[in-house]
């Protein structure tokens, strides 16, 4: 692929959705990131958010890839709290698999092993475009349902709504 027709994929995989933030909500958002990581008083250890260039990798695994090339956009540029948000998921999602009677697996195989011991069928589908539909809305919601299997400090929720909330603003 010639530099010309990257360039042009990439642009349209961006702006298909996803808006362009001002320096001054990327700015609201570092100062917010700080305020977090302060009251968690882990400032010491976050570094500023580094902007780097998003990209995208085409999906060559689909058919008619080089008639009608279909991609994934890589967004580099994340926030270090994203990983604090991750272990708080992480905790709220092992309590829920633990106390809640639906299935939620975590791999391949552990999806295999209990399909393989039930006389089921697969239904096959492909998720598009998964990430940007996540608002804040949805979050806020997804949070409340958990809160019925473990508590969430409000420290939890208080992050995960507030990157939530700017996340949605920028799509």
């Known amino acids: ?16 959705k996803f808006k362009l933030a001002g320096e001054t909500i990327t700015d609201k958002i570092d100062k917010e990131a ?3 990581a302060n009251r968690l008083g ?6 500023k958010t580094a902007k780097q260039q998003a990209f995208v990798t085409l999906k060559d695994q ?8 279909k991609c994934r956009l890589i ?15 992480d905790r709220i999602n092992d309590a829920i698999r633990t106390k809640s009677p639906e299935n939620q697996w975590r791999s391949t ?3 295999l092993t209990w399909f393989n011991n039930h006389n089921l069928s697969f239904l096959i589908f492909d998720i ?3 990430y940007p539909s996540i608002a804040e809305k949805l979050l806020k919601e997804t949070l409340a349902w958990a809160q019925q ?6 420290t939890e929720g208080t992050l995960q709504c507030t990157l939530g909330e700017h996340y949605s603003k920028m799509n």
């Open 62 to 69: 689909k058919e008619n890839f080089r008639t009608r090339p």
């Open 149 to 154: 299997f473990t508590p969430i400090p409000n």
């Open 34 to 36: 700080d305020e977090i």
């Open 75 to 89: 967004n580099p540029t994340k926030n270090e709290l994203g990983r604090i948000s991750k272990a708080m998921m």
């Open 128 to 130: 598009v475009d998964f």
């Open 42 to 47: 882990i400032s010491d250890r976050i570094n």
């Open 1 to 16: 692929m010639d530099a010309q027709d990257y360039e042009k994929l990439l642009h349209h995989n961006i702006t298909q």
């Open 109 to 111: 195989q552990e999806v």
